[in-house]
T-cell receptor
Framework: RKEVEQDPGPFNVPEGATVAFNCTYS??????FFWYRQDCRKEPKLLMS???SGNEDGRFTAQLNRASQYISLLIRDSKLSDSATYLC???????????FGKGTTLSVSS | NAGVMQNPRHLVRRRGQEARLRCSPM?????VYWYRQLPEEGLKFMVY????????ESGMPKERFSAEFPKEGPSILRIQQVVRGDSAAYFC?????????????FGPGTRLTVL
């Protein structure tokens, strides 16, 4: 079983749609949680950290459920520029190697 | 403030040759991480270094791959006797500290093609 699992998609949505991505992780000792974004053939960039209390950054909301080992990302009012691959990331220990899921591809169309 | 720099951006090697990939971390960052992304795959951790020390090399293939981060100069990922399966994007990331939710900033990557 992979340490971080994501639905690969693709998710094809119209502009303005709300889309949710899910992710599960297998190591209950995982310490830190993130969503990264990767555009085609580019480097991954941090979208947001994920906390147990949930956190929101504009149109993006991330949730963490440690009991279920489940992480989610909600994107509201999708823009064309949101088209990218979204990577669920955990660390086994704080400040160490990032463990990436394979990513979920989002395509937003007009 | 320049970001993480990697060079070359593209590298073509024939089977059996050596590949050297360089990474200069962001100013003030002393922690460097190397990741590999095979075609159609997710990023996989390879090695974590601080200046002159390898902290975690659990993701490094046992043979042909080595990494260093000398006191002066960039971090180097070295692949000896490359094979076609080494063709991938190699990303370097740096962070200021370890611990906590320290953000790792990624470089643009080196795309290695082995002919």
């Amino acid at each position: 079983r992979k340490e971080v699992e994501q639905d690969p998609g693709p998710f094809n949505v119209p502009e303005g749609a709300t889309v949710a991505f899910n992710c599960t992780y297998s190591n209950s000792a995982s310490q830190s949680f993130f969503w990264y974004r990767q555009d085609c053939r580019k480097e991954p960039k941090l979208l947001m950290s994920v906390y147990s209390s949930g956190n929101e950054d504009g149109r993006f909301t991330a949730q963490l459920n440690r009991a279920s080992q489940y992480i989610s990302l909600l994107i509201r009012d999708s823009k064309l520029s949101d088209s990218a691959t979204y990577l669920c990331v955990v660390t086994r220990q704080a400040g160490t190697a990032l463990i990436f899921g394979k990513g979920t591809t989002l395509s937003v169309s007009s | 403030n320049a970001g993480v720099m990697q060079n070359p951006r593209h590298l073509v090697r024939r089977r059996g040759q050596e590949a050297r990939l360089r990474c200069s971390p962001m100013k003030g960052h002393s922690h460097v991480y190397w990741y590999r992304q095979l075609p159609e795959e997710g990023l996989k951790f390879m090695v974590y270094l601080q200046k002159e020390n390898i902290i975690d090399e659990s993701g490094m293939p046992k043979e042909r791959f080595s990494a260093e981060f000398p006191k002066e100069g960039p971090s180097i990922l070295r692949i000896q006797q490359v094979v076609r399966g080494d063709s991938a994007a190699y990303f370097c990331a740096s962070s200021r500290t370890s611990g906590g939710n320290n953000e790792q900033f990624f470089g643009p990557g080196t795309r290695l093609t082995v002919l």
